[in-house]
């Protein structure tokens, strides 16, 4: 069953604050703290959500966060929120090496996006140095583990505070 749910510090939906993100995880992210901690660490899913709510909030971002082991719901959910949501951080897990149809949504909903892992996938097996959705990202975050997501939703707010005043 797939996670949804808003988080906000200001306890606002996601289409009544000035600026929303979409934060989307693939598959296998929902057993982060358990999965291979050697790789991944002991945090958490929750954690790095309430670390990305934390960064957004503090800069009146509103975050709605959704995690998915099933490729066409990762796809079916930015699709459904393109409308809604000012840019995206996104962890495809290993659906960054793999899908196609993933990276067309991307570029599909016109949003600017920042890919982020918690590894560093260039220096992991072979198979993981290659990411069919960085073209279509504004900007890729690799290996710096749960601080990893905090730079990617600060590198969007940036890029949409920069857009905005432009």
């Known amino acids: 069953m797939p996670r949804y749910h808003p988080i906000d510090n200001r306890q606002s939906t996601i289409d009544n604050s000035p600026v929303n993100l979409l934060l989307v995880h693939g598959p296998n992210l929902n057993l982060l703290g ?9 945090t958490t899913l929750l954690d790095i959500e309430a670390d990305v709510a934390a960064a957004a909030g503090a800069r009146g971002a509103a975050v709605l966060c959704y995690q998915s082991n099933h490729e066409g719901a990762l796809i079916d959910f ?8 000012d840019g995206v951080v996104i962890n495809a897990g290993a659906y960054t090496h793999t899908s196609v149809a993933l990276r067309d949504a991307i570029e599909a909903v016109q949003l600017p996006v920042v890919e982020v892992h918690i590894s560093n996938t260039h220096a992991r097996e072979g198979f993981r140095h290659r990411s069919f959705i960085a073209p279509v990202c504004l900007g890729q975050v690799t290996g710096l583990g749960r601080a990893g997501y905090t ?16």
Do not use: F, I, M, Q
């Not at 730079?151 to 432009?166: F, I, K, Q, Y």
């Open 151 to 166: 730079v990617a939703t600060n590198l969007l707010l940036d890029h949409l505070e920069a857009r905005a005043g432009a």
């Open 34 to 42: 358990e999965r291979n901690p050697a790789v991944y660490g002991t």
């Open 78 to 85: 930015l699709h459904e929120h393109r409308k809604l949501a």
